[in-house]
């Protein structure tokens, strides 16, 4: 049984930082490919961070730049690094999942995430 559990959210001014981390228990499923999704108001979710189980990033333009994905394996983590937050990344994160080998922007929609967790919300106030 897999769970992903968020942690880290909150609520920061322009310009500031925040990390996210996300416990990841996959049990017996093997996954190649973790990823950060956000639900940001009045937009569809997108996915904004992508890593594969080699360390291989990639990122949304939208956030290129400013936030660092990465993952301790040993403690079976999965991270977010954001800096320089705006106001326009407000919105609920959620580390994921996702199905096959594909694992970027271009390739991975909400469509073709295996798993989600619940989410932690994030809050970037002007």
């Known amino acids: 049984q897999v769970q992903l559990v968020e942690s880290g959210g909150g609520s920061v001014q322009d310009g500031g930082s925040l990390r996210l981390s996300c416990a990841a228990s996959?049990?017996?499923?093997?996954?190649?490919?973790m990823a950060w999704f956000r639900q940001t108001p009045g937009k569809e979710r997108e996915g904004v961070a992508f890593?594969?189980?080699?360390?291989?990033?990639s990122y949304s333009d939208s956030v290129k730049g400013r936030f660092t994905v990465s993952q301790d394996n040993a403690k079976s983590t999965l991270y977010l690094e954001m800096n320089s937050l705006k106001v326009e990344d407000t919105g609920m994160y959620y580390c994921?999942?996702?199905?096959?080998?594909?694992?970027?922007?271009?390739?991975?929609?909400?469509?073709?995430?295996?798993?989600w967790g619940r989410g932690t919300q994030v809050t970037v106030s002007a």
């Open positions: 994921v999942v996702t199905r096959g080998v594909r694992c970027s922007p271009s390739e991975v929609s909400e469509e073709t995430v295996r798993y």
């Open positions: 996959l049990g017996t499923y093997s996954s190649y490919c």
């Open positions: 890593i594969t189980r080699d360390d291989s990033p």
